[in-house]
Nanobody
């Protein structure tokens, strides 16, 4: 059974950092691209970053230079390091692999 579990969200002030984790199970983790999305209140779900099966990273323009996506294959976990956070980064962050989604983790950035 495929399962994705996010963690690491929280409440912090603008300029701070957080590291989100997406722990995967039930499939050969290293064979697939893993994606992060975020959904702010009242807005559509938006793509944030992807790490490909060969560990190439891709970022939305809004987070480029501030966020870093990485993979620890031994732990079946993908990380999203978020630095220089802004209030507009406030959202529920979810990871996706194949057609499976995690439950999401809330990130709230105060000004």
């Amino acid at each position: 059974q495929v399962q994705l579990v996010e963690s690491g969200g929280g409440l912090l002030q603008a300029g701070g950092s957080l590291r989100l984790s997406c722990a995967a199970s039930g499939f050969t983790f290293s064979n697939y691209a893993i994606h992060w999305y975020r959904q702010a209140p009242g807005k559509e779900n938006k793509w944030v970053a992807t790490i490909s099966s060969d560990d190439s990273p891709y970022y939305a323009d809004s987070v480029k230079g501030r966020f870093t996506i990485s993979r620890d294959a031994a732990k079946n976990t993908v990380f999203l390091q978020m630095n220089s956070l802004k209030p507009e980064d406030t959202a529920v962050y979810s990871c996706k692999a194949r057609n499976y989604w995690g439950q999401g983790t809330q990130v709230t950035v105060s000004s």
